[in-house]
């Protein structure tokens, strides 16, 4: 939820400044506008570096696990290939495994916690 909300705050921003931007442009006129965006642009492009280097530096720390895979954090899984089974993160975690089958017009409800199902 939280970087759905930074997202859309970015999105909002960006929109905010684009705006700005071209009302600036068009009070000033190209020639000035054109030298106010190609220092916009040095300083976007100095910004992207950063971003870049930084998320390089982050891939430094996490562990390789088989298949190329990486997980990092508390209770973070790496899975690669062709895997199946149980993986359990967190304390007092629960694994529960069912298996059913119906036949004819009939219905199956699994569920590993409390569950009422009422059909009228």
Not at 23 to 49: M, N
């Amino acid at each position: 939820m939280r970087k759905r909300v930074l997202v859309w705050g970015g999105a909002a921003v960006a929109v905010v400044a684009a705006a700005a931007l071209i009302v600036y442009f068009v009070r000033v006129g190209l020639d000035d506008a054109d030298k106010l965006a190609s220092v916009i642009a040095l300083f976007v492009t100095a910004a992207g570096l950063g971003v870049a280097i930084h998320g390089l530096r982050g891939r430094e720390h996490a562990e390789p696990q088989p298949g190329g895979v990486t997980a990092s954090g508390a209770g973070s899984v790496a899975v690669g290939g062709d895997n199946s089974g149980i993986i359990s993160t967190g304390d007092g975690t629960t694994n529960i495994h069912m298996s059913a089958e119906a036949s004819g017009q009939g219905r199956v409800y699994q569920a590993g916690g409390d569950q009422t199902i009422d059909e009228r």
